[in-house]
């Protein structure tokens, strides 16, 4: 079958576990377009939902740190963090061995991955899915780009890593849905978590919007640090979206800094029918 | 090796249950399971979410630390600027304060 979805949305802890220190017209908009983003994502159909998240030490450490990670469980569970501070109750997530093994093999063909049988999700996968799946009964294959531990893959790996999973996608049966969660920029949990740019937000959803890799690919590290924090590190799971769905574009649904939530927080989603690829009736 | 026991143990702190038990029955063994200075066992033992955050502990693991020694989140933050102001710079890491 085909990529049947693909967007990309936010996922800070803030958007469940501090919703009473927003604005309500703020909590109420964006929880509003994130039940719009389900919506859309349920008239696809899907079989299963890759996230390509960006985890912040819940599985993960420098002791063994994997550049790229793919989830290859029977299931999952999360969230890892209390339930009453991220405002969401522990769950099992169904996951899919089977389907998993195949894609990280396909994948593997483009891309060194590393793979994972265990995996307890954190905020950055478990805010997602409380809007997207709020039943948990759809199948979820996590995957993990490390923006956490320094040294960070260059971000035409993040690309590339989505255009093989594309392929990956392609050559699989099932329907298959794709959401990358992340910030822009964002400077979370340190003094200045509230701190958002703007500029730089409204700069780079365009670019991600349009699908100009070459633009895409120009920031560098040192240029996100500066105008991002180190949050904005997290664009890499936008970047690899972008790779999986070459030559479509995508419609920015909602952006607002909603500094509470500690980053802008935005939904957007794919058009598909654009990518000249195989697509799914 | 400095830091990285440190993040080490609060990594393993916030995902592992039997962790979690021992620092609570047995805070001083748990420590030695780990290469800390002895700054960064008083900053743990105290706790000081400051000086912990100035050492350079990754703010994805700090900020679990603070709720589970009761710090409400407008305190973390705090805590963070007022170990800035006591100690200085934040040392090493990626997870600076840089002006507003």
Redesign the interface.
């Given at each position: 079958m085909a990529l049947v979805f693909a967007g990309v949305c936010s996922h800070a802890p803030g958007i469940t576990g501090?919703t009473h220190?927003a604005k309500p017209e703020d909590k109420d908009s964006f929880h509003a377009a994130y039940d719009g983003m389900r919506v859309s994502l349920e008239e696809t159909r899907p079989d299963a939902l890759i996230v390509i998240g960006a985890e912040?030490?819940?599985?993960f450490?420098?002791?063994n740190m994997p550049t790229f990670a793919i989830g290859m469980g029977d299931s999952y569970e999360g969230p890892?963090?209390?339930e009453a501070?991220l405002g969401i109750k522990k769950h099992k997530v169904p996951g899919n061995r089977d389907l998993s093994t195949r894609l990280i093999q396909r994948v593997m063909q483009d891309v060194d991955v590393s793979y994972a049988e265990e995996w307890?999700f954190d905020h950055g996968i478990m805010v997602p899915l409380n809007f997207l799946t709020p039943r948990y009964d759809l199948d979820i294959i996590p995957i993990n780009i490390n923006c956490?531990?320094?040294p960070l893959s260059p971000l035409a790996r993040s690309y590339a890593l989505g255009q093989a999973l594309r392929r990956a996608c392609d050559e699989t049966p099932e329907r298959i849905a794709l959401v990358g969660t992340g910030g822009i920029s964002h400077?979370?949990?340190?003094?200045?978590?509230g701190?958002i740019n703007e500029d730089f937000d409204r700069e780079f959803l365009g670019i991600w919007a349009a699908n100009k890799k070459s633009e895409l690919l120009a920031y560098t590290d040192e240029d996100i640090?500066r105008r991002a924090?180190?949050g904005g590190f997290e664009i890499r799971t936008f970047i690899a979206v972008a790779g999986a769905t070459a030559g479509a574009t995508a419609d920015i649904r909602y952006y607002r800094p909603i500094p509470p939530f500690a980053v802008g927080c935005t939904i957007g989603v794919v058009n598909l029918q654009q990518a000249g690829m195989r697509t799914a009736a | 090796m400095i830091l990285y026991y440190l993040q080490k143990l609060l990594f393993q702190l916030n995902r592992d249950p039997a962790t979690r038990k021992q620092y609570e029955s047995d805070f001083d063994g748990l420590l030695m399971e780990y290469d800390l200075t002895h700054e960064e066992k008083e900053a743990l033992g105290k706790p000081d979410i400051g000086l912990l955050y100035v050492l350079g502990v990754n703010g994805q693991l700090l900020m679990h630390y603070a709720a589970l020694k009761g710090y409400a989140w407008p305190d973390y933050i705090q805590s963070m600027k007022d170990g800035v102001a006591q100690h200085g710079p934040v040392r090493a890491g990626i997870y600076t304060m840089v002006e507003d």
């Open positions: 501090r220190l912040h030490f819940a599985n450490f420098m002791n890892i963090e209390d501070w307890k956490q531990g320094p400077w979370p949990a340190t003094p200045n978590s701190k640090y924090g180190q | -």
